[in-house]
């Protein structure tokens, strides 16, 4: 009987901590509250697309050659901060701009959440912007929207940079995916998940090889605020229910632009395998891997990121160079 007193106890506990949280959390994350904390804040701007408030991050003259920078799952432009204001150094016009769920832009309810839909919502702010035509950078589930501007909207597009870019629903299959997309479990268990700071610092820790030691306190609070807003987990969990980036694999042959493929040849988010198939599936790729590198370059190596990069817009990568391995 007391055995099945505690364990009543402890269930009761246990809902009631599930509920409090529920009901405690923010509905959305506040822009003037968390400035401070926002890498880059002084070039945030927002825009209106579609009635959803959008924000980005602009730096560089207003002349140079733009730059997408379309960051990914459950991220913000806090992914670009490293190599941020490096492009603008070397001339271009920079854009990153929070996709609608995540950062500080709206998270409407009515949105569809899927990488079609996110991929148009960015092919409507480069023409809010004034814009014809851009280079696309995209990492991860980013990389999978900037693919999709590619095959949607290939006139948008001067150039490509697919950096671990998901190709397909692979991901879904993960623990934390399965359970963000399970019925009821998913709304149940996202704001315990998704708001413990702890949990997020160690599963940022994963995604990087030997080089955890880029990540502090102000960068894990920075991307914390977002994701512990009711809004936001509501958002991941409409992408997890919606992902459909196996369109990514089949169509890759489609893709034209001259499209360059960055990887970490120890990615265990996106193995570099995935990158191989779009170098065999996409006639005007080059493939150049990051060694000793997890799934964010960018993060990992910005200097050595930013130079391949703008080699790549000027042409001094080569088709001949299409493998070249990056010591680093």
Known sequence: MKKRYLIGALSGIATAAVVTKLLTRPRDVDWEKNRGIVFHAGHS?????????????????????PIILIHGFASSTLVWSKVFLEFA????????PDLLGYGYSAKPRDFDYTITAQARMVDRLIDKLGLEQAIIVGSSYGGAVAATIALDYPKRVEKLVLVGAVTNNVPTRYL?????????IGEILSPLLLGSRLLLKRRMKQVYDRHSWVLDDHRVEARHQPLRTAAAQRAIIRTVRRWDADRIH????LITQPTLLLWGDNDLEVPLRNGEQLHDA?????????????????????QAFTKVVADFYSHEISAEDSRVPLES
């Open 282 to 302: 996409i006639r005007n790729a080059r493939l150049i891997v990051f060694r000793g590198c997890g799934h964010l370059p960018h993060e990992e190596f910005p």
């Open 250 to 253: 089949r169509e890759a042959h």
């Open 89 to 96: 150094a070397k001339g271009f016009r920079v854009i990153a």
């Open 45 to 65: 701007r927002f825009a209106e697309v579609d009635a959803a408030r959008v924000h980005y991050q602009e730096a560089g003259l207003s002349s140079g050659p």
């Open 176 to 184: 934390l995916m399965r359970l963000f997309g399970s019925p009821l």
